[in-house]
């Protein structure tokens, strides 16, 4: 398997046999890969703020129609 240095990129290379492109550039893959893993975990932990927000207003809620039977 031959690569073929793409013109005008320092890490791109072409594979000579399915022409793939090719990117050698490790930094950006572990800057990428941090990247995913930082936007994951925000991501889980938005969700859980989300369900535990919609718990306290489910708690809220109730306690509100506890107080409105109490009021009766």
Do not use: C, P
């Amino acid at each position: 398997m031959s690569h073929i240095k793409v013109e005008g990129s320092q890490h791109l290379y072409r594979d000579e046999d399915n022409f793939a492109i090719i990117n050698t550039d490790t930094t950006a893959l572990t800057k990428a890969k941090m990247l995913k893993s930082r936007i994951t975990t925000q991501d889980r932990e938005i969700n859980t703020l989300k369900d535990e927000v919609n718990e306290i207003k489910e708690l809220l809620l109730q306690m509100n129609e506890r107080l409105k039977w109490q009021e009766q």
